[in-house]
């Protein structure tokens, strides 16, 4: 049985061919060891040769825990899932810690614009205490494969309660273009959602000195969007920053990181660019903020292939 994503790893197939993702029958154990056996322990095996060789960072599973922490109602993340991907994500961390003990892991942690809110910081963090893997983690991963603008970092933010861009709304570190500070959310950048997810966890972790890498492969520009919501292929995206440790806080930020590899489709579009209809088609990729929703747009392929219109558009839009 093949483990598959959107919480599949759990399915028991109705009659209908969809899936129940409440029932314990056992094919959640099936999952996670087919998800231990055929990814994880390979993996391991493949980085255990460069362990001190080579430095080694490592993102744990891009999107996962921040689905489930803000998901809780939706049924592909019920209990039977839940418990797998609490399972898997804390099986992952103790092997390939176990087989690169030098290597840096950096749990994903989505970006500003999905857990700047505080009270999905705090349910995110709430199922990461529950694995007892903070002291195994050298800190988060933010922005992986998406487009939130990396901005700048504002002073110490002094609380939820007296965040510094209700007190300071011209200053330059509050440029908000996804319109986020009016909601509540100050992670209105990734250097500012950086700071408040390394508090967030102190508080919930009761570990100090956490670090946060940043995906800038694809968020040069910050105003193409008419939704912050959309996030596969967006037109009129840039290549950002390239791959340094010279960050805008270093006390803070370990890296900026091109993640995602630019290039690489988020998804395809409903039609492929063969003309048949894709298998996985996902109605994001259908925004309007998506290349191939506009007349005269090339289709996009399915995700992680080239998608050779996208890249060119980012390298034109290229701040580097």
Known sequence: ?????????????????????????????????EYENEYIRPLADLL?????????????????????????????????TAVAYKSGVSRAVHLLKQAVPQA????????????????????????????????????????VANYQPLGIPCPALESQDQPYCRIHQGAECCADPCNLIGQYNFGNNEMNFAQLLVSTAQR?????????????GRNAVTDMRQSCSNWCNIRGA????????????????????????PGESDGCTQTLPSGRQCPRFDT????????????????????GMWFDYQVKQLAQNAKL
């Open 284 to 303: 994001m990729c259908a925004s309007v903020d998506s290349i191939g929703s506009r007349s005269g747009e090339p289709r996009a392929p399915e995700a």
């Open 204 to 216: 919930h972790l009761g570990v100090g000195s956490l670090k946060v890498i940043t995906d800038t």
């Open 238 to 261: 840039g290549a950002g920053l390239t791959s340094t440790t010279q960050t805008a806080n270093t006390s803070l930020v370990d890296a900026y990181f091109w993640l995602k590899t």
């Open 104 to 143: 840096d892991l950096y749990l994903d942690a989505a970006h500003g614009g999905w857990l700047g809110w505080q009270h999905n910081l705090d349910s995110f963090m709430s199922v990461v205490q529950q694995l007892n893997i903070a002291n195994q983690l050298r800190g988060f991963s933010t922005n």
């Open 1 to 33: 049985r093949r483990v598959h994503g959107n919480g599949e790893i759990c399915c028991h197939p109705n009659a209908d061919g969809t899936c129940n993702y409440n029932l314990q029958d056992g094919q959640c154990a099936a999952g996670l060891r």
């Open 48 to 80: 255990r040769p460069y362990n001190g060789v080579v430095p080694l960072a490592l993102v744990i599973e891009p999107d996962s825990l921040p689905n489930l922490a803000t998901n809780q109602g939706n049924p592909h993340c019920g209990a039977s």
